[in-house]
């Protein structure tokens, strides 16, 4: 297929424990700082040693989008590797494995190239230590695939650095031993993926949690409580690394009930707060995401989605949480839901977010997923220039006669924060303007109209219509969200007749949008990572609209794009 | 200055005739006036329970969260704005059963806020249920065979928990609760006031009556001395239970620790975009 004549694909697996991860990241680097760009899909189960663990960097030279199920050079750190993924690699592909493990290859399929590279020996001479093995298979990697060394070397020295010399000097050791090894025996193996551009743009590598962490700094983040869960873990990593320095509080709360409580405890109090969780703990936090909608109290919440029920499949990714975000939580009350559809998304979704919520004194919810936040794409720098920080209507000033539920025609009444003079109840009780409680008839329907009305006016000032990808006319329209997107828009290179409209805001909805481009499209397929067609539901409810082809995947795994061309072909085939 | 008058909203409290809650009402209004705090200076952070109705006749700026969670809010409203005096006013269900796993983890970070516990040993607002703190043996609505659990004991608890200032007052006496809801107030660190407060409908064995015949001030007890502190908090019993300072112990506090708010609290510096440029580089 066309869209991979431009793809290679490196896959890095072993045992967890191993530097899968960091082998996969380090070379991926490798590829962004040559010039290229780079999308990486990380597997690996939910514990720390042992388990079988792998990362696949895909390497382009325009735009790379989404995993591949094909592997051009397997480098396998163990059998188990061999064995699972030796189907994966293409006629002419390389498996690198170490020379010394009796490592059994006999089923490898005639056609792919078996590379033995000494990985443990190069390893126990540069530091007396198997745990460079990965260091020296990413050498030989990056020989085969026509790499620059200084470019690898200088990478493990910054990476190491903080480790000491002598670490440095064992890694350079390391990877130097396994390039000029593979560089001499397979010299006829060397393909010219990464030769080094004469001219590199610089571009960043980043994951969907460093994005959003990096994203919530950049608009002004004062507040953070956030508890620990897969696949969220490194947005607070990131916040907690830069707290000091751009002086505002991460904190660490006892759970995910504690975590929203702080978080509007903390807005209520007039800082910009948010926090994040998966399923589970979002679970925990919807009687606070209530209490901020009765308060009317601004808070972001980054809900990074995992499959489910339970504990599910904690490390791998899915799609089922937003019929969850939308209905979460006894009563009504107005909840802005957002779904990020990749890195770039997620970074500048989580600035807007801060923004709508306190615009609107309201919870806003960004969905992301596994997918997003644990793999890394390559961009050039995000352009924060056309934002701006609007904390909506909020005042310090004493006024008379304050009254902070103040009802008003768009919802949203004057805010203040206490230690101002202005005194106001913030009430989880039904309550008047001022916030006394209230049990009055009038009051009751009054105060639940005024916050609802805050979705109507967010619908006419601040949603934004799906975008389309691909011709206004088309033969299939395919209808999804989240991280599909990428491996859609990868699958569409091929498909001139095919669009795609990716919904990224999910309340309010554009149902005007969404239903003009449904009722134009010829041939329909809703395409999501759950069983029950969450967002064909959404559809449903809001259009009118039943979509009858719905291609679920509900495994954890992504979608990969050779699929969704597949699940194409089938369909013009019809 | 505050004035009494100030502190009156356009709501009557409606507790019960005789209710402890109104002795701690009467008892943090006067301590309010004493020092002075007022909605320049203070915010009230209350749970749900007969003990969360106090915002509504207090004016002073509050939040009333759920069932269980003042602690993370209060805790929330003081690490963004460290100058206010947080209060929270809790109950023995509200933050023993529901909010305890809050309890214990508030009480060893010790962030400097001030808790009141309005401990009526019964969950008076759903109309008469056992509470954590109800006897072993207690009838009630929810057992009427007796309680077969054992009380916690909020003092014990706190100061294992790792709390700074632990204390108990008697509602009744409320120049007493007044001057040791300041003393709580003024203590660098968490301090948790147990407050025994009678609740005259549905608790008909820890009576105003019981606590004015049973409970003594303590005398000559160091409360500087952990251990001491601790076998103090385990007496209860006939003419057992004592009222008064056990632990009063300076540990830096959490807010002194973080050197974001060492200069001014978080709010005083106004969100802005922020030039994320470096970090930016780190990822390239």
């Not at chain 1, 396998?76 to 290859?105: C, P, S, W, Y």
């Not at chain 1, 890694?171 to 010299?187: I, R, V």
């Not at chain 2, 209004?29 to 207090?58: E, L, P, R």
């Not at chain 2, 549905?202 to 160091?222: A, I, P, R, S, V």
Request: aromatic residues 8%; glycine residues 10%.
């Amino acid at each position: 297929m066309a869209f991979k004549d431009n793809l290679f694909s490196v896959k890095v697996g072993g045992q967890a424990g191993q530097g899968i991860k960091s082998a996969g990241q380090v070379l991926a680097k490798v590829a962004t700082r040559s010039g290229y760009n780079i999308f990486t899909y990380t597997e690996f189960p939910s514990i720390i040693r042992g388990g079988h663990n792998v990362t696949q960097v895909v390497i382009g030279e325009r735009d790379v989008t989404a995993p591949l199920t094909t592997t051009n050079i397997l480098v396998a750190l163990n059998q188990d590797t061999v064995n699972k993924h030796m189907a994966e690699v293409v006629g002419g592909g390389v498996i690198i494995f170490d020379a010394d493990k009796r490592i059994d290859t006999s089923k490898v399929k005639k056609g792919v190239n078996l590379c033995p590279v000494p990985l443990a020996k190069f390893a126990f001479e540069a530091a007396d230590l198997e745990l460079l093995e990965n260091t020296v298979a990413n050498g030989a990697a990056l020989a085969l695939l026509g790499a620059d060394l200084a470019i690898l070397t200088d990478l493990v020295a910054e990476e190491f650095g903080k480790k000491g010399q002598k670490i440095v000097d064992a890694n350079k050791k390391a990877a130097t031993a396994g390039y000029d090894f593979a560089k001499k025996e397979y010299a006829d193996k060397i393909k010219d993926v990464l030769r080094k551009k004469d001219k590199v743009e610089k571009k960043m590598m980043i994951s969907g949690s460093e994005a959003v962490g990096l994203g919530a700094i950049a608009g002004g983040l004062q507040f953070a409580a956030i508890y620990p869960m897969s696949p969220i873990s490194n947005i607070l990593h990131t916040l907690a690394k830069y707290q000091e320095k751009y002086g505002f509080i991460y904190k660490q709360p006892e759970d995910e009930i504690a975590a929203i409580n702080m978080t509007i405890g903390a807005a209520y109090a007039g800082a910009r707060s948010m926090t994040s969780t998966s399923g589970g703990g979002f679970a925990l936090m919807s009687e606070g995401y209530g209490l901020a909608g009765m308060t009317e109290t601004p808070i972001v919440i980054i809900e990074g989605m995992r499959p489910g029920p339970a504990t599910g499949l904690p490390t791998w990714s899915g799609q089922g949480d937003l019929q969850f975000v939308l209905h979460a939580h006894q009563g009504d009350f107005p909840r802005i839901v957002l779904a990020a559809g990749d890195i770039e998304e997620a970074f500048h979704l989580t600035m807007k977010a801060l923004n709508l919520a306190e615009k609107y004194q309201t919870p806003v919810v960004l969905l992301v997923d596994k997918n997003i936040c644990d793999g890394d794409q390559s961009y050039p720098v995000f352009d924060v220039s056309g934002y701006k920080v609007d904390r909506g209507k909020v005042t310090r000033e004493k006024k008379e006669d304050f009254k902070r539920f103040q009802l008003t025609d768009d919802g949203i009444s004057l805010r203040s924060i206490p230690g101002f003079g202005n005194y106001f109840i913030a009430n989880s009780d039904e309550h008047d303007e001022e916030g006394f409680s209230s049990e009055e008839i009038d009051n009751a329907v009054s105060q639940h109209e005024k916050r609802m009305k805050k979705l109507a006016t967010c619908d006419s000032q601040d949603m934004e219509v799906p975008q389309l990808y691909g011709p206004e006319d088309a033969d299939i329209t395919i209808v999804s969200w989240g991280s599909n997107k990428g491996s859609i828009l990868s699958a569409l290179k091929d498909f001139p007749n095919v669009n795609f409209m990716h919904i990224v805001w999910m309340n309010p909805f554009p149902t005007t949008a969404v239903k003009n481009v449904l009722t134009r499209a010829k041939y329909v397929i809703d395409l999501e990572a759950n069983i029950t067609g969450q967002l064909a539901q959404v559809i449903a409810e809001k259009t009118g609209i039943i979509i009858a082809d719905k291609f679920l995947k509900y495994d954890g795994r992504p979608f990969f794009p050779e699929e969704i061309a597949d699940k194409l072909n089938s369909v013009l085939k019809g | 200055m505050t004035e009494l008058a100030q502190l009156t909203t356009k709501c009557s409290p409606n507790w019960c005739p005789g209710c402890g809650d109104i002795a701690i009402w009467g008892a943090y209004k006067n301590a309010a006036v004493q020092k002075g705090w007022d909605n320049g200076n203070t915010a009230i952070v209350a749970g749900i329970g007969c003990h969360g109705h106090i915002v509504n006749f207090t004016k002073l700026t509050s939040f009333e969260g759920l069932h269980g969670r003042p602690l993370p809010v209060a805790t929330g409203i003081k690490l963004a704005n460290n100058r206010l005096n947080v209060f929270v006013f809790t109950g023995d269900g509200d933050c023993l059963a529901e909010g305890g796993n809050h309890f214990v983890h508030a009480c060893r970070r010790n962030h400097n806020i001030t808790v009141f516990i309005h401990d009526n040993a019964i969950y008076g607002l759903t109309t008469g249920q056992t509470s954590p703190t109800s006897p072993h043996g207690y009838k009630s609505k929810s057992t009427p065979e007796g309680n077969p659990d054992y009380p916690v004991n909020p003092l014990a608890l706190a100061i294992a928990a790792g709390a700074t200032f632990v204390a108990r007052s008697y509602a009744g006496d409320i120049q007493s609760t007044a001057n040791m809801m300041i003393k709580a107030a003024e203590h660098q660190g968490i301090s948790i006031l147990d407050i025994l407060q009678p609740c005259v409908t549905f608790n008909k064995e820890l009576t105003h009556g019981y606590y004015q015949e049973n409970t003594y001030k303590l005398e000559n007890h160091d409360v500087k001395n952990k251990v001491e502190a601790f076998k103090k908090s385990l007496e209860w019993g006939p003419k057992q239970i004592p009222l008064g300072v056990f632990l009063d112990i300076d540990e830096p506090t959490y807010e002194s620790e973080l050197p974001q708010i060492a200069n001014n609290p978080l709010i005083d510096n106004d969100p802005v975009r922020k030039d994320v440029t470096k970090l930016f580089e780190e990822y390239t």
